[in-house]
């Protein structure tokens, strides 16, 4: 059972839970529909708020992605259960701009972006924000995994408190205002407590699915989102290997990413160490359009540019210091030292130990090195040489 107190007291709102109205924003998905579910239950004047990403006749049927049609209407099923208000935002165009436009450009020159960062840093925690705001709302709650609490009196982010739900990784953008709005109720819940709760208040989702992929691209393809996108962009070219030889054709670079070592098309050499014989996407060459494939070997990563930092935390006055961080949502944190440049807002990482298929347009978050689920902030890879490359970065 939910102690309803611990969320209130999570809130962190003065006073009478039903003197605050408290928007959510409401996906269709189970963790934010118990979001509001245990916002009401507390007291609160909820209000709900779901996005409309897509033509509504075409997503209709689209499941297993928030904010298609499907999940429209269950958002709108709970809210009627939860006897709240319910609103939905045309947010297609900006969508549209800020975020589908971006990953497509981003996959055009050679980067593996995450446009669910971009959604958050453009549309959830911008527009939605405002609008929450606007509404007269005390605090905006979202139903992401992830918590916010003080330390020494400053509001910090925290890593939520199941591990395989944490999606502290995603939430770096945020910044400390935003963070001094938000609000996130399901921090220190697993996924099994969250659909007890929805079972509990009879919701319509309370068995739904977990979505699986980027709310725009059917079935993980992503190729044919670009393609889509970008009609006539995407050209075909070489597969060559680390020493220039031509092992092969492709149909467009975005089909590949860097470290992928499955479905590249080439199989292993002969006559070399086994190995040696599994190839590995190694670089993208945008200008000549050619992939560029080799041994693990190559792509070893000491030192990583990255730029447009986040930091939700009040930097320390020297430029040096070591933190964990982590390349990939799904991997584990390493240490890093890390380098700012204050002045034009860009970091640069160094490793002890190499890393192995660092891509570009990837995020990289920092972690508190004394206290591992403490959030420092974050930004992106822009620079990752690896062996194959020249390393600009030698004098860092």
């Known amino acids: 059972m939910i102690n309803i107190n611990h969320v209130i ?3 962190d709102l003065e006073g009478n839970p039903s003197n605050h109205r408290v928007v959510v924003a409401m996906s269709g998905g189970v963790d934010s529909s118990v979001t509001a579910a245990l916002l009401v239950e507390a007291g609160y004047d909820v209000v709900g708020l779901t996005m409309q990403l897509y033509d509504y006749g075409k997503t209709l049927q689209k499941k297993g992605a928030c904010c298609a049609g499907s999940d429209i209407n269950d958002a709108r099923l709970v809210s009627s259960k939860l006897g709240i208000p319910h609103y939905v935002l045309n947010y297609e165009s900006l969508f549209q701009d800020q975020v ?6 981003s996959y055009l020159r050679g980067e593996t972006p995450i446009p669910c ?10 527009d939605m924000f405002d609008r929450a705001k606007k509404l007269g709302a005390s605090a905006l709650a979202t139903g992401h995994y992830i918590r916010r609490k003080k330390r020494f009196g400053i509001t910090s982010l925290y890593t939520g408190l199941d591990p395989i739900k944490d999606q502290s990784y995603f939430l770096f953008a945020t910044t400390k205002k935003q963070l001094d709005f938000v609000r996130f109720p399901l921090g220190s819940l697993t996924k099994d407590e969250t659909r007890s709760v929805a079972k509990r208040h009879e919701l319509n989702v309370a068995d739904k699915p977990d979505s699986q992929d980027i709310c725009f691209v059917p079935e993980g393809k992503y190729a044919d989102v670009v393609r889509k996108l970008r009609p006539g962009s995407v050209d075909k070219g070489y597969i060559i290997d680390v020493n220039g030889n031509v092992l092969g054709m492709h149909s467009g670079i975005i089909d590949f990413t860097i470290g992928q070592r499955k479905g590249i098309g080439i199989g292993g050499r002969k006559g070399v160490d086994d190995n040696d014989s599994i190839l590995y996407v190694i670089a993208l060459d945008t200008k000549k359009n050619n992939v560029i494939v080799g041994p693990r070997e190559f792509l070893s990563c000491n030192k990583i540019k990255i730029s447009d930092c986040n930091w939700i935390i009040d930097l320390p006055q020297e430029s040096e210091f070591n933190v964990l961080v982590k390349l990939r949502n799904s991997s584990q944190p390493v240490i890093g030292k890390i380098k700012i440049n204050f002045e034009n807002n860009f970091a640069y990482l160094l490793f002890d130990q190499p890393q192995f298929g660092v891509s570009t347009g990837q995020a990289a978050v920092f972690y508190n090195i004394k206290e591992s689920s403490h959030v420092l902030g974050g ?5 990752a040489p690896n062996k194959l490359a020249d390393n600009n970065l030698k004098n860092v």
């Open 100 to 105: 589908m436009n971006d990953f497509a450009d």
């Open 9 to 11: 007291k999570e809130m």
């Open 117 to 126: 960062v971009r959604c958050n840093q453009t549309v959830k925690f911008t």
């Open 379 to 383: 930004g992106w890879i822009a620079e």
